[in-house]
T-cell receptor, first 111, second 113 residues
Framework: SQTIHQWPATLVQPVGSPLSLECTVEGTSNPNLYWYRQAAGRGLQLLFYSVGIGQISSEVPQNLSASRPQDRQFILSSKKLLLSDSGFYLC??????????FGSGTRLTVV | AQSVSQHNHHVILSEAASLELGCNYSYGGTVNLFWYVQYPGQHLQLLLKYFSGDPLVKGIKGFEAEFIKSKFSFNLRKPSVQWSDTAEYFCAVNWPGTDKLIFGTGTRLQVFP
């Protein structure tokens, strides 16, 4: 079965600082990978997804970017954080069938 | 655009009351449907899913959901809720042929003893 590792679990960053959140997947190969953001009262919003190395689809215009340098690695980045980037970020994976596996998430607070 | 709607944002019930949470999706055709639950301080957990077959799906912890294609709906039900059902519930839809799982905004359920 798939396992997703996300780190860090919590992060407090000042406005204007850069961001890098990492997600790695174990137990599968060539998965689809996803970044979601959960903001209060807004549910889970799909930010990016990737069907393969170097392939990134962006769902919403924003201050963030994503990269997939390796098959089982998915990185969420920002050059300059905004207050509105605060939220709970979840990485998810899907490999074959229709099963999705979610990571434990990163709570980002921009101050 | 594909979207998922959960009209109940916050539901408050007493124990033993019946529960029904609404979920509607915007686009017709074949869909894969999911309900997830997030207990306070915990990860997302799959409650149940529908891919095909019997439109009445039974999940864990006594939950069930009914897929009504004509209404584009996949409502979640439980005949008698417990205090331990207090959590946030998310409906999610995947349209086969796309690689995306789209979530609704979630419903916060509070159950009082």
């Amino acid at each position: 079965s798939q396992t997703i590792h996300q780190w860090p679990a919590t992060l407090v960053q000042p406005v204007g600082s850069p961001l890098s959140l990492e997600c790695t997947v174990e137990g599968t190969s060539n998965p689809n990978l996803y970044w979601y953001r959960q903001a209060a009262g807004r549910g889970l919003q799909l930010l990016f997804y990737s069907v393969g190395i170097g392939q990134i689809s962006s769902e919403v215009p924003q201050n963030l970017s994503a990269s997939r340098p390796q098959d089982r690695q998915f990185i969420l980045s920002s050059k300059k954080l905004l207050l509105s980037d605060s939220g709970f970020y979840l990485c998810a994976s899907r490999q074959g069938g229709y099963g999705y596996t979610f990571g434990s998430g990163t709570r980002l607070t921009v101050v | 655009a594909q979207s998922v709607s959960q009209h109940n944002h916050h539901v408050i019930l007493s124990e033993a009351a019946s529960l029904e949470l609404g979920c509607n999706y915007s686009y017709g055709g074949t869909v894969n449907l999911f309900w997830y639950v997030q207990y306070p301080g915990q990860h997302l957990q799959l409650l149940l899913k529908y891919f095909s077959g019997d439109p009445l799906v039974k999940g864990i912890k006594g939950f069930e959901a009914e897929f009504i294609k004509s209404k584009f709906s996949f409502n979640l039900r439980k005949p008698s809720v417990q205090w331990s059902d207090t959590a946030e519930y998310f409906c999610a839809v995947n349209w086969p042929g796309t690689d995306k799982l789209i979530f609704g905004t979630g419903t916060r359920l509070q159950v009082f003893p």
